[in-house]
């Protein structure tokens, strides 16, 4: 079993929905949470981050940590055909340029 | 600031034919990794440096090696390549000194793309 699982869609939507990402995870010692979004033949880049349980908002994303459940979300509001990327979800125990163990990736289609 | 570089951005290659990849950092990042992406397997670690003169194995290291020439180049080496090396590559880098470093924010390169035949 992986210690991170991600559907990897694909997942397509109507533009203006709400999409729902989710990952979970097995490692409790995992302790900061982050959403890359990868658009085709592009490395990675961060979108969201959080340390430890909560949410965090950031315009039309809001990250969600449940560490009780070992689940991470990602929902995006109003969703744009700019949106259409794979997501990848990344965890580590610890900050400061260590590891990151990452999910398969969800791939997101957001049609007109 | 260019950021993270990599070459070449594609290569072919046959059967045990060998080569480096390079990648360079601007941003004066401690801790160098690189990654090799395949569909359904994520992105999966093959080697980091945590600083300059320090290299480990991640979690597919076979087939590959690397040197960390100085503080901004990390190199990956494919000694004799073989048809499962194909993939693609990203180099990534991270460093303290920064509340993106402190949080553990990995930057990523473009990439480059692999076909062993």
């Known amino acids: 079993q992986k210690e991170v699982e991600q559907d990897p869609g694909p997942l397509s939507v109507p533009e203006g929905a709400i999409v729902s990402l989710n990952c979970t995870y097995s490692?409790?010692?995992?302790?900061?949470f982050m959403w890359y979004r990868q658009y085709s033949r592009k490395g990675p880049e961060l979108l969201m981050y959080t340390y430890s349980s909560g949410n965090k908002e950031d315009g039309r994303f809001t990250a969600q940590v449940d560490k009780s459940s070992k689940y991470i979300s990602l929902f995006i509001r109003d969703s744009q055909p700019s949106d259409s990327a794979t997501y990848l979800c990344a965890m580590s125990s610890t900050g400061g340029g260590n590891k990151l163990t990452f999910g398969t990736g969800t791939q997101l289609k957001v049609e007109l | 600031n260019a950021g993270v570089t990599q070459t070449p951005k594609f290569q072919v290659l046959k059967t045990g034919q060998s080569m480096t990849l390079q990648c360079a950092q601007d941003?004066?990042?401690?801790?160098m990794y690189w990654y090799r992406q395949d569909p359904g397997m994520g992105l999966r670690l093959i080697y980091y440096s945590a600083s300059e003169g320090t290299t480990d194995k991640g979690e597919v290291p076979n087939g590959y090696n690397v040197s960390r020439l100085n503080k901004r180049e990390f190199s990956l080496r494919l000694e004799s390549a073989a048809p499962s090396q194909t993939s693609v590559y990203f180099c990534?880098?991270?460093?303290?000194?920064?509340?993106?470093?402190?949080?553990?924010?990995?930057?990523f390169g473009p990439g480059t793309r692999l076909t062993v035949l």
């Open positions: 941003m004066n990042h401690n801790s």
């Open positions: 490692n409790s010692a995992f302790q900061y």
């Open positions: 990534a880098s991270s460093g303290m000194g920064s509340l993106a470093g402190a949080r553990g924010e990995q930057f």
